[in-house]
């Protein structure tokens, strides 16, 4: 399996902060990371594709990149509705795998 | 638009099989590319990837509960069935379906989600 490393756990940052989110994976993933976000009670929402395309409706702040088998995604200006949990996704082999998600936290 | 709704009981007893059905609207899982997939979430835990089935009935299961689930579908009636053995209370958890698609055929991603249905495992 792949493994989805996740970091941090949790943060807390300001309305307007920059945040940032790290995913490390055990093997080349060929673009097959996603990203989604998470609130309370509801179901995840995809936010991001092929490690950088943003799904349609999804605010240009969102903002994902790879570096090697490392994977980021930027919040560019974090606003009240982003305080959710999020988490990075593999689909490069099966099974597909979830990171263990990152809270963030108003601070 | 495209929907997805998970269905089935909501309280299950140790060692009893759980049935939950996906019932979706607003795409075809015959259509090259497409998938269900079924994803779980332990209250105040991660998510848990489960298993996928795709157009051509291909399908995907988690190593460590393969031999516990199967997951069809019934294209017809816009279906798709998880089955899950023998389960236990670590089983209790919110049940979600999702879709995933790509016209290159190598879905990736899950862009729609059902709004998931809590089952909970107990004597």
């Known amino acids: 399996d792949v493994q989805m490393t996740q970091s941090p756990s949790s943060l807390s940052a300001s309305v307007g902060d920059r945040v940032t989110i790290t995913c490390r994976a055990s093997?080349?993933?060929?673009?097959?990371l996603a990203w989604y976000q998470q609130k309370p009670g509801k179901a995840p929402k995809l936010l991001i594709y092929r490690v950088s395309t943003l799904e349609s409706g999804v605010p240009s702040r969102f903002i994902g990149s790879e570096s090697g088998t490392e994977f980021t995604l930027t919040i560019s200006g974090l606003q009240p509705e982003d305080f959710a949990t999020y988490y990075c996704q593999q689909a490069y082999t099966f099974p597909w795998t979830f990171g263990q998600g990152t809270k963030v936290e108003i601070k | 638009q495209i929907t997805l709704k998970e269905s089935g009981p909501t309280l299950v007893k140790p060692t009893q099989t759980l049935t939950l059905t996906c019932s979706f609207s607003?795409?075809?899982?015959?259509?090259?590319?497409?998938?269900v997939g079924w994803i779980r979430q332990p209250p105040g835990k991660a998510l848990e990837w489960l298993g996928l089935?795709?157009?051509?009935?291909?399908?995907h299961y988690s190593p460590s509960l393969k031999s516990r689930l199967t997951i069809s579908k019934d294209t017809s009636k816009n279906q798709v069935v998880l089955t899950m053995t023998n389960v236990d209370p670590v089983d209790t958890a919110t049940y979600y379906c999702a879709r995933t698609y790509d016209s290159s055929g190598y879905p990736h991603a899950f862009n729609i989600w059902g709004q998931g249905t809590l089952v909970t495992v107990s004597s």
């Open positions: 089935i795709l157009w051509d009935d291909g399908k």
């Open positions: 093997h080349d993933l060929v673009r097959r």
């Open positions: 607003g795409f075809s899982l015959s259509r090259s590319g497409a998938g």
